[in-house]
């Protein structure tokens, strides 16, 4: 048995939650989300909770339990609360811009690298150092985050990079001269 998937999923009032056809489709402020149901779970609501249960009790079915349910509750804090990640440039010369829906990204290269963020993602760039990346899907918000760490890794010896605000860069001690 999972704990994650018996946990019932409670349903705010100003979401919509609807079953039809193996799909679940959510509507709420933020958004609307859809997700295939896995063939060997169930999905149903009882009043205000919705509940994955499993289609048999099967070794190999059990791992898709919990899964189920999480991408169902993610679905729902989504377009309710919506989700939020945030980068930090370190680095001289590093800065970041808006120009419309595409961020415009500096960051010592020889040439200025262009970002157009997944649908339904809004980035936001505070002073010229810190992107916010928000939306109602978890796994977009946490690509298009990925995606643009990956334009510049912080590296080991100065910490110079995209990062993001919480990570730690374990910093390596450089060379010290050459002996004699």
């Keep these: 048995m999972s704990r994650v998937g018996d946990m019932p999923i409670a349903l705010p009032p100003v979401v919509d939650f609807k079953i039809s056809d ?9 958004g609307e989300l859809r997700q295939k149901i896995h ?14 249960t499993l289609r048999k009790q099967v070794k190999e079915n059990k ?12 679905m729902v804090v989504g377009v ?9 440039m370190v680095g001289v010369g590093y800065r970041a ?30 002073k010229q150092n810190n992107i916010v990346i928000s ?12 995606i643009i760490r990956d334009f510049r890794k912080p590296e080991p010896y100065h910490g110079k990079g995209v990062r993001y605000k ?15």
């Design 97 to 126: 811009n808006m120009k419309g829906e595409v961020l415009n990204l500096s960051l010592g290269y020889s040439h200025p690298i262009e970002f157009t963020p997944l649908a339904g993602i809004t980035v936001q760039v505070g």
């Design 22 to 30: 193996g799909v679940v489709e959510v509507k709420g402020p933020k």
């Design 166 to 180: 919480d990570e730690v860069i374990a910093t390596k001690v450089g060379k010290s001269g050459a002996k004699k």
């Design 80 to 88: 309710t609360e919506g989700f939020t990640k945030e980068l930090l």
């Design 135 to 146: 939306g109602a899907n978890k796994e977009h918000v946490g690509r298009t985050a990925a």
């Design 63 to 74: 791992k898709f339990h919990g899964l189920m349910r999480t991408l169902i509750n993610n």
């Design 39 to 52: 063939p060997r779970t169930l999905v149903t609501r009882e009043g205000d909770k919705v509940l994955v």
